[in-house]
């Protein structure tokens, strides 16, 4: 049995070379889960990682009841990892947040509050503790994705959401996608809402963005959620009689 079907709210966390992050998850996640307004686990996602992130992770779920986890067998990136994780999870929500933990888990209320009404609750980074060319970087990137998809969002790189399970199944899912959440929430008419969450700086591991999967990447997928966007396919079944009784 998937034990995910057991709790109202499961927090995807993909994890590709972060061994050195990962006592902090397990302290700073342990504390959390309590906290929570509702039954809530941690499913980590390994990605292929090739330091000894995998080792940590099985003795983190060994030591802790609500802790479980996934493991690829290489290395496929944040969007296809965020889908192995939605893919997975059988609770009514599904949350996401960084093992970097730049995002602070205690925030995941501040959503919660929102979540029975919008589809998609992302938080704001107030205070963004990130030097300023990657805050230049973020700000030329989300400007260019608004005009291009006409969602509202401003803050499509948070590591912090919350999605409801069913809906975050129904989009269609592409190398990048993590950046489109809103604009892909459109395209099923879901609600969206930003959420103000607080920032720290990395103190642990290495970042794996730089200037391509910055500014680059998202503006060649910008393209790509363009040429989709004109070809999606959705409809409304009106009538039909298959469950009707004999």
């Given amino acids: 049995m998937n034990?995910?079907?057991d709790y109202d709210f499961t927090i995807i966390m993909p994890v590709y070379n972060e061994e050195d992050n990962l006592d902090r998850v397990e302290k700073e996640l342990s504390a959390y889960l309590p906290k929570a307004p509702m039954k809530t686990c941690l499913l980590l996602i390994n990605d292929?990682?090739?330091d000894h992130s995998l080792e940590k992770i099985k003795d983190i779920c060994t030591r802790n009841r609500d802790f479980y986890f996934i493991s690829s067998d290489r290395n496929h990136g944040l969007s296809t990892a965020m889908k192995a994780g939605i893919d997975t999870v059988e609770s009514k929500y599904i949350g996401y947040i960084d093992s970097d933990l730049q995002t602070n888990p205690e925030d995941f209320n501040r959503l919660l509050e929102f979540a029975p009404e919008y589809q998609l609750v992302s938080g704001i980074r107030a205070h963004r503790k990130d030097s300023g060319f990657?805050?230049?970087?973020?700000?030329?990137a989300n400007g260019?994705?608004?005009?291009?998809?006409?969602?509202?969002?401003?803050?499509t790189g948070c590591p912090l959401k919350v999605m409801w399970t069913d809906y975050s199944r129904r989009l269609?899912?592409?190398?990048?996608?993590h950046r489109f959440l809103p604009a892909l929430m459109m395209l099923e008419h879901g609600k969206f809402k930003e959420v103000p969450v607080r920032h720290y700086p990395r103190v642990?591991?290495?970042?794996k963005y730089h200037l391509w999967n910055r500014l680059k990447g998202p503006f060649v997928d910008c393209f790509?959620?363009?040429?989709?966007?004109?070809?999606?396919?959705?409809?409304?079944?009106?009538?039909?009689n298959l469950y009707k009784k004999a």
Avoid: C, N
């Fill in 3 to 5: 034990h995910t079907k």
């Fill in 48 to 50: 292929g990682s090739k």
């Fill in 134 to 140: 990657k805050k230049l970087q973020s700000k030329i």
């Fill in 144 to 155: 260019f994705r608004r005009k291009m998809t006409g969602d509202t969002a401003t803050d």
């Fill in 172 to 177: 269609p899912f592409f190398d990048g996608m």
């Fill in 204 to 207: 642990a591991g290495v970042s």
């Fill in 224 to 240: 790509a959620y363009r040429w989709m966007k004109k070809r999606y396919i959705r409809y409304h079944i009106d009538e039909q």
